[in-house]
């Protein structure tokens, strides 16, 4: 199946990249009036196809239309723009004009100059992304913008990673960007299958990151678009932002052969600091218990963690030519997880191309990705008991009981006390992701100012996940029959979109335009089985022959959604100084009520380039006001088809003596014509500057947006006819604060640049007007805690705010808690927000030699340690369970009954300042005479230190524990640890 689909891509590529090996190439050199500029920007204006200017200012750009238009630009120079009217060579002399700072960005349906943009938007081109070992292309940027939170929820490979722009804008509803790759808006959901669930007695665990599916050695530049203004062009789905990732192509005339590798080693860094077995052994004789001791001495954490090895590959070509340009890529990497039985195994196919017919009025492209990915992971769940998964026995269970037994069968004494080692060894979890995203656009030019652009896409993701707990396991719902559980989850996402543009320049005016047409559909398709009754103990087999068991329990889906959409947008950039921008949107989505299918969108801003006034103080390079307002819109998160009454039959379960309870008929979704969409309102302003010819430049921002409207899950009153329905609520989520970018360069000489770069943003997050109930949410596990919770969403406090117990410590009388309060749950004035985001990177340029320096941080947030809770208590070690050594001050002043309730003393600051990653660069003096074109060699570091006050393994960790559907966040429950990790690697170009 895999070969037939890299078959057809290639024959795909082939028609449109045949024609390419004749080219056209235009070069030259841009200088000013002293000499060479090396570094200047030469772009066919209109595209995205541009080149810099090598150390001596010369440029070869290719794939040029002979009617075009380049576009010459440097920082601190006038750009000119010159017609191409045939010509091989075209040299330019730049006129001195501090005023200018250009750069072009990636916009929604277009490219757009930063100098005319009103929005706020943000770049990272591949030159400045995050090094090491990166499996989601969002690790690539994490730190690189203000106002952008970015952090992986574990350390697994592979793991979820969320990313917040501007703050968290909903309750029930998905708060992650829109991400549209190549121009194809991706969906928000799960595209690969997680593992475990059923009856299992492990739990479960989250599906992988869903953008896992990219090879970063692919993407050319990211792009994200912040304000209201640049994302009301995406409606529905801007609300969160939108990230616009856009993939390498083939430049060079004569071709490039390029390959890479990295080779990376990992640890985990730090060990929770559980008690010895001499110290295990003094508590339980401080406590007064006896016979604790078997005789073994071990430290399990030893045992399950590892030293992981990674292993990278990329071979791309890529050449353009007169009529067009292609590029092939693979890619493989092969990366082990820190935790044994833990791998991430990726290969990818890529291929880009265009092909120009009809005197380059006609353009056909395509862009490609095959992706499998295969995981295996190790039974860390995110729901464990009180019995524990993997990480939480490997804390608890006596150090001083042997692994084994002596007939060599796991030390297994009860079905409350597991051996890690067991657990380990008597489980397997596995997943497979195949997904393909292909798109095959046209685009015609009628005229020089007007085109016509349609493209259809396909983003098709089959996924399976296989768990399977042997019958040697003692447990009580596997002791001596065993269980698995299949998951096989497909997703199909079809788009069809076409717009028309029209560019028109009057004198120094120029006006834009644009107006389109949109649709996709989302098919998701899940299949769930569970098996039990195994007569067999081999775990492949239990999960490759399902016969072999004899009780089933199983159930399946079928979803599907539609979203049509009509969308135009106008730029007005007059006399090069003020720039207009106003967009529209109609969305009509089959997620809503007859009554709210449409909803329109829209936003408008304006710029000033107040530096180009002859009043403005010349001290400024560069001085431009931004200002813009608009509405967008959230649909994600809300599920399929919750409007109307529904009923589906449950999956029912098989009970621990193995037999097979059907399930019943139950109500899913009820009744609701007038749901409709979560509406966020948006005001930004901002101004980007530069002074001390440009050595000093950056941008400052202020914005102010409120989400209304927002969706929930409303339990009804009981007695009633349904349980729970969906709808909008009146209330507010405000989100205001300030974004801070500044680049500064301390030091350019002609051996020797150092060029240094903070952002920093503060957001601060409030619900407003809201006088619904109160949503519980935060699950807390662990022994004596269930039902237990943290987190409350209420009227005037932050989103994810802590509600616990005011803990004062331990009455020295009785050895219980002291709580203030009366011991009532309450608000404590905590958040699992970030109030403070910053992102400092340095980079040091000596000859050929390269250093950067990235350190990342949040600051203001808090972490609910559930692991101190439910795992490492008095409580527990009085039940012969291993705790850590801060237990130990309460060994004999607390009393071994007293219950761990949720409360303050559990509650951490997760404040942290992270050293993230440090690469040191090497790039050869090449001869003419080389077979090299390029050839660097590297050595990378990541996660080298944090500085911070959290007692667990990482603060930047957020396990989820949703209660009703009702997210959580900053809650820290066996969580897969964060590894440091030492990279080798080498880049070379033929």
């Not at 509803?173 to 059923?198: E, F, K, M, Q, R």
């Not at 030519?321 to 044994?340: P, T």
Request: aromatic share 12%.
């Amino acid at each position: 199946m895999k070969i037939t689909l890299l078959k057809s891509l290639f024959l795909l590529g082939a028609f449109i990249c045949f024609g390419t090996l004749q080219a056209q190439t235009v070069s030259g050199t841009v200088s000013d009036a002293t000499g060479p500029l090396p570094g200047a920007s030469v772009v066919v204006k209109g595209t995205t196809n541009g080149t810099q200017t090598d150390f001596d200012g010369n440029y070869t750009l290719n794939d040029v239309a002979s009617d075009a238009t380049l576009v010459f630009s440097y920082i601190g120079f006038s750009s000119q723009e010159i017609p191409v009217n045939g010509q091989a060579t075209i040299d330019v002399v730049l006129q001195e004009n501090a005023s200018e700072l250009d750069e072009v960005v990636v916009v929604g349906y277009g490219t757009q100059s930063r100098r005319n943009s009103v929005g706020a938007v943000e770049s990272v081109k591949a030159e400045e992304f995050n090094k090491g070992v990166i499996v989601n292309p969002q690790q690539l940027i994490q730190g690189k913008t203000a106002g952008v939170q970015i952090s992986a929820s574990t350390g697994e490979p592979g793991a979820a990673v969320n990313v917040r722009i501007r703050g968290t804008a909903s309750v029930r509803a998905n708060n992650n960007p829109l991400y549209v790759v190549d121009g194809i808006p991706l969906s928000g959901a799960n595209t690969s299958a997680g593992t475990g669930g059923g009856t299992t007695d492990i739990g479960s665990a989250a599906s992988l990151d869903p953008l896992s599916f990219l090879n970063p050695a692919d993407i050319a530049s990211i792009d994200i678009l912040k304000d209201a203004s640049a994302t009301a062009i995406y409606g529905s789905r801007g609300a969160n932002g939108v990230v616009l990732i856009t993939t390498k192509s083939g430049r060079s005339t004569k071709g490039i052969l390029e390959f890479s590798t990295t080779l990376s080693v990992g640890y985990i860094p730090n060990q929770i600091d559980v008690l010895s077995a001499d110290q295990f052994l003094q508590a339980q004789s401080d406590l007064g218990a006896t016979g604790a001791d078997f005789g073994a001495r071990n430290n399990f954490q030893d045992e399950i963690y590892r030293t992981s090895f990674t292993q990278n590959y990329n071979l791309s070509y890529g050449a353009s030519g007169e009529n067009g340009n292609f590029r092939l890529s693979f890619g493989y990497q092969d990366q082990g997880g820190e935790v044994e039985d833990s791998s991430f195994d990726r290969l990818t196919a890529r291929i880009n191309a265009s092909q120009r017919f009809f005197d380059d009025k006609l353009t056909f492209e395509t862009q490609a990705t095959i992706s499998n990915i295969e995981s295996q992971r190790p039974p860390i769940s995110d729901d464990p008991n009180a019995r524990g998964d993997l990480l939480a026995t490997t804390w608890s269970f006596n150090p001083t009981r042997p692994i084994f037994l002596d007939n060599g069968s796991f030390n297994q004494p009860t079905f409350e006390t597991r051996n890690p080692l067991a657990v380990l060894g008597l489980s397997r979890n596995i997943s497979s992701t195949l997904r393909a995203l292909i798109s095959i656009g046209a685009q015609y030019q009628f005229t020089e100012n007007l085109r016509f652009k349609t493209t259809i896409g396909l983003d098709k993701s089959t996924s399976s996940a296989n768990s399977a707990i042997s019958a040697l396991f003692n447990s009580a719902p596997t002791l001596g029959t065993g269980r698995a559980t299949l998951n096989e989850f497909d997703l199909t996402n079809t788009t069809w979109e076409s717009y028309f543009n029209y560019n028109k320049s009057f004198g120094d005016d120029v006006f834009d335009a644009t107006i389109g047409h949109s649709y996709q559909e989302f098919v998701t398709e899940t299949i769930f089985m569970e098996a039990n009754g195994f007569r067999t103990n081999d775990l492949l087999q239990m999960t490759n022959n399902i016969a072999s068991a004899q009780v089933f329990a199983a159930n399946s889906s079928l979803e599907r959604d539609e979203l049509q959409s009509f969308f135009a947008r106008g730029n007005y950039s007059m006399d090069g100084k003020f720039n207009f921008s106003g967009t529209v949107r109609i969305d009509g989505s089959s997620r809503f009520g007859g009554n709210n299918k449409y909803g329109t969108f829209g936003a408008v801003g304006a710029s000033w380039e107040m530096s180009q006034e002859d009043w403005f103080p010349k001290a400024f390079d560069r001085f431009k006001l931004r200002l813009a307002y608009g509405v967008t819109g959230n649909q994600e998160g809300l599920g399929s088809n919750q409007f109307t009454q529904r009923t589906r039959f449950n999956t029912g379960g098989i009970d621990n003596g193995g037999t097979f309870n059907p399930g019943s008929t139950g109500i899913v979704a009820f009744a609701n014509p007038d749901l409709k969409w979560e509406e966020n309102e948006q005001f930004n302003i901002g101004v980007d500057f530069a002074f001390l010819d440009n050595r000093i430049s950056g941008s400052l921002e202020y914005y102010n947006k409120t989400t209304s409207d927002f969706i929930l899950q409303i339990q009804s009153a009981q007695p009633a006819v349904q349980p729970f329905f969906f709808q909008n609520i009146d209330g507010d989520i405000k989100n205001t604060g300030a974004e801070l970018s500044l680049n500064v360069i301390p030091v350019e000489t002609e051996d020797f640049v150092w060029d240094f770069n903070v952002n920093i943003g503060y957001n601060n997050n409030i619900v407003q007007n809201y006088d619904g109930p109160a949503l519980d949410t935060g699950q807390i596990n662990g022994p004596g805690l269930t039902g237990a919770f943290a987190q409350r969403i209420a009227n005037d406090q932050p989103l994810f705010s802590f509600f616990v117990r005011d803990w004062q410590g331990i009455d020295s009388a009785t050895g219980g808690n002291i709580f203030g309060n009366e011991g009532s749950q309450v608000f404590v004035g905590e958040s699992a927000l970030p109030d403070v985001t910053l992102g400092i990177t340095q980079n040091f340029k000596y000859k050929n030699w390269d250093m950067s320096i990235f350190f990342n941080g949040l600051f203001g947030q808090s972490v609910y340690n559930n692991n101190r809770n439910a795992f490492f208590t008095i409580g527990n070690l009085s039940q012969g369970r291993n705790v850590t050594t801060d237990v130990l001050p309460f060994v004999g002043v607390e009393n071994p009954f007293n219950p761990a309730e949720v409360s303050t003393r559990f509650l951490e600051d997760g404040s942290f300042l992270r050293l993230q990653n440090v690469t040191i660069g090497h790039n050869f003096p090449l001869s003419e005479s080389s077979i090299f074109s390029n050839l660097r060699v590297f050595a990378n570091a990541q996660n080298l230190f944090v500085i911070t006050d959290y007692s667990g393994q990482d603060p930047e960790v957020s396990v989820n524990r949703a209660i009703g559907n009702v997210p959580s966040l900053g809650i820290d429950l066996t969580a897969f640890p964060r590894p440091t990790t030492i990279s080798l690697g080498f880049n070379a170009s033929f």
